[in-house]
């Protein structure tokens, strides 16, 4: 089965720097790859998303990169907040020959915390 | 719109005991899962639903068991609760398979002692 590795698992930043969490993927044909925000205690939220048809998308002051030839992608997070403190998962889904049912295949999560 | 609704919030059971954490939603989605999160972990998946009577295993599905009566309602079933069972459990549904957001409920807390 798929398998997704999340790195760093703890990041700590100033307020207004730029934080970068990366995942790496195993199987080539994956072609979705969300990412999502979890503050203490919440669910998770759907932040930004990319498909594999796109190396790059932007929302304000996020950003999705992708790379599918290296297997990886990166959420870039700018002019960081201590609001955008919370876990960042970044999930795959799989496409085995198209029949995924939408099941996702979630990293281990990254904490951070941006300090004042 | 409420989303997608879990209950309970929280629960503890003791070793050997049984419960059901509920899961229903109303967007009219046709996809639902159950995923577990252990601490420092990402979320596993414990079982899924494409629609009304159809349910298949997840990557950890060993404990539990799922029926999918309604479009809405999504129970997950531990039987004979155990600690390894200890974990925030989280409902998720999605319109159709991909590529589309998974909505999330709220999360239950188990803790088996």
């Known amino acids: 089965g798929e398998n997704v590795e999340q790195h760093p698992s703890t990041l700590s930043v100033q307020e207004g720097d730029s934080a970068v969490i990366k995942c790496t993927y195993s199987?080539?044909?994956?072609?979705?790859f969300p990412w999502y925000k979890q503050e203490l205690g919440k669910r998770p939220q759907l932040i930004i998303d990319?498909?594999?048809?796109?190396g790059e998308k932007k929302d304000q002051r996020i950003a999705v990169t992708l790379n599918k030839t290296a297997k990886h992608f990166s959420l870039h997070i700018t002019e960081t907040q201590p609001e955008d403190s919370a876990v960042y998962f970044c999930?795959?889904?799989?496409?085995?020959?198209?029949?995924?049912?939408?099941?996702?295949?979630f990293g281990q999560g990254t904490i951070l915390t941006v300090h004042p | 719109n409420a989303g997608v609704t879990q209950t309970p919030k929280f629960r503890i059971l003791k070793i050997g005991q049984s419960m059901t954490l509920q899961c229903t939603q109303d967007?009219?989605?046709?996809?639902m899962y159950w995923y577990r999160q252990d601490p420092g972990m990402g979320l596993k998946l414990i079982y899924y639903?494409?629609?009304?009577?159809?349910?298949d295993k997840g990557e950890v599905p060993n404990g539990y068991n799922v029926s999918r009566s309604t479009t809405e309602d999504f129970p997950l079933r531990l039987e004979l609760a155990a600690p390894s069972q200890t974990s925030v459990y989280f409902c998720?549904?999605?319109?159709?398979?991909?590529?589309?957001?998974?909505?999330f409920g709220q999360g239950t807390r188990l803790t088996v002692v």
């Open positions: 199987d080539s044909a994956s072609n979705y």
């Open positions: 967007m009219n989605h046709n996809y």
């Open positions: 990319i498909r594999s048809n796109v």
């Open positions: 639903s494409v629609g009304a009577g159809i349910t």
């Open positions: 999930a795959v889904l799989a496409n085995a020959g198209g029949t995924s049912y939408g099941k996702l295949t």
């Open positions: 998720a549904s999605t319109l159709r398979d991909a590529p589309t957001e998974a909505f």
